[in-house]
Nanobody, 127 residues
Framework: QVQLVESGGGLVQAGGSLRLSCAASGRTFSSYAMGWFRQAPGKEREFVAAISWSGSTTYYADSVKDRFTISRDNTKNTVYLQMNSLKPEDTAVYYC????????????????????WGQGTLVTVSS
């Protein structure tokens, strides 16, 4: 079973930046699309961004498009989320996850993520 460990969260002022990392276990990391989700206090978990197994294709929620960038390093089994121009409404616990099917598309990851979540990393954006 894949294990996902998120890191890089913290407290930042509005307009600032953070870079999240997610380290994944297993030998098949490079065969799966990866993505980021977030859950704000009192709200349901929502999709943020996804990247194809090769890294050539990305997909973003409208709320983060042009501010966030997802990337991956298959040699390190790690996926990243660069977050710029942060807003208070970006405050949430951020989780990474993997597509349930090898070579699945980033666009389909939101409804095909694994039913297993790590502890996440908390991002707090102050106004």
């Amino acid at each position: 079973q894949v294990q996902l460990v998120e890191s890089g969260g913290g407290l930042v002022q509005a307009g600032g930046s953070l870079r999240l990392s997610c380290a994944a276990s297993g030998r098949t990391f490079s065969s799966y699309a990866m993505g980021w989700f977030r859950q704000a206090p009192g709200k349901e978990r929502e999709f943020v961004a996804a990247i194809s197994w090769s890294g050539s294709t990305t997909y973003y929620a409208d709320s983060v498009k042009d501010r966030f960038t997802i990337s991956r390093d298959n040699t390190k089994n790690t996926v990243y989320l660069q977050m710029n121009s942060l807003k208070p409404e970006d405050t949430a616990v951020y989780y990474c996850n993997r597509h349930s099917q090898p070579f699945g598309t980033p666009r389909s990851l939101a409804s095909n993520a694994l039913d297993a979540w790590g502890q996440g990393t908390l991002v707090t954006v102050s106004s």
